[in-house]
């Protein structure tokens, strides 16, 4: 079975500061990693995925992530917020059975002008 | 190209109600897939459609929820009787794909039906 965790229910940042969201999984296989998010009334979008590819890896608006087997951890990085980011956001996991995801609890962005 | 669209938006109902939730998947897409999102919470699959047929409804309590996709297109989620504990968002999703299993093409999410159980 596969899980993710996402450290952190709830970020805060000042607009034009690093962004910073937590993930770590478990998994007893080679993970599919992705990060997906949701703005208020509207459908997830997905944001990147992690394939067994690069291990840094480039996704819409700025965003990438860094898939670290040795910390278990595919955390979400931006060098500069934006007002726009604010959203849920979800790291999720593909298990290896057709292509379902389990997606952690989320982590709410908030930015401050 | 269109999205995954879904009605209702909102319904509220009483326990001991029925509803149902509508999906249409993106064109072409023969996997569906309906997931609830209760609040605080990531999504979790309930049931997954490959064409007209069932892959995976583990997590669906047949109990009370059925869903069906007769025509390998859109697709409906029954919930009956409703309970409290079945407030949430009902997230449809759809990918495209040459089989099940194919990791390389990602799910399409619609805006979701939020229903409020009273």
């Known amino acids: 079975a596969q899980s993710v965790t996402q450290l952190d229910s709830h970020v805060s940042v000042s607009e034009g500061t690093p962004v910073l969201l937590r993930c770590n999984y478990s998994?007893?296989?080679?993970?599919?990693l992705f990060w997906y998010v949701q703005h208020p009334n509207k459908g997830l979008q997905l944001l990147l995925k992690y394939t067994s590819a690069a291990t840094l890896v480039k996704g819409i608006n700025g965003f990438e992530a860094e898939f670290k087997k040795s910390e278990t951890s595919f955390h979400l990085t931006k060098p500069s917020a934006h007002m726009s980011d604010a959203a849920e956001y979800f790291c999720?996991?593909?298990?290896?059975?057709?292509?379902?995801?389990?997606f952690g609890k989320g982590t709410k962005l908030s930015v401050i002008p | 190209e269109a999205g995954v669209a879904q009605s209702p938006r909102y319904k509220i109902i009483e326990k001991r109600q029925s509803v149902a939730f509508w999906c249409n998947p993106i064109s072409g897409h023969a996997t569906l897939y309906w997931y609830q999102q209760i609040l605080g919470q990531g999504p979790k699959l309930l049931i997954q459609?490959?064409?007209?047929?069932?892959?995976?409804d583990s997590q669906l309590p047949k109990d009370r929820f059925s869903a069906e996709r007769l025509k390998g297109v859109d697709s409906t989620l029954k919930i009956q009787p409703a309970k409290l504990e079945d407030s949430a968002v009902y997230l449809c999703?759809?990918?495209?794909?040459?089989?099940?299993?194919?990791?390389?093409?990602?799910?399409?999410f619609g805006p979701g039906t939020r229903l409020t159980v009273t």
């Open positions: 998994s007893s296989y080679s993970p599919s």
């Open positions: 999703a759809s990918r495209g794909g040459a089989g099940v299993s194919t990791l390389s093409y990602e799910q399409y």
């Open positions: 459609f490959q064409n007209n047929g069932v892959v995976d």
């Open positions: 999720v996991v593909s298990g290896a059975r057709s292509y379902q995801l389990t």
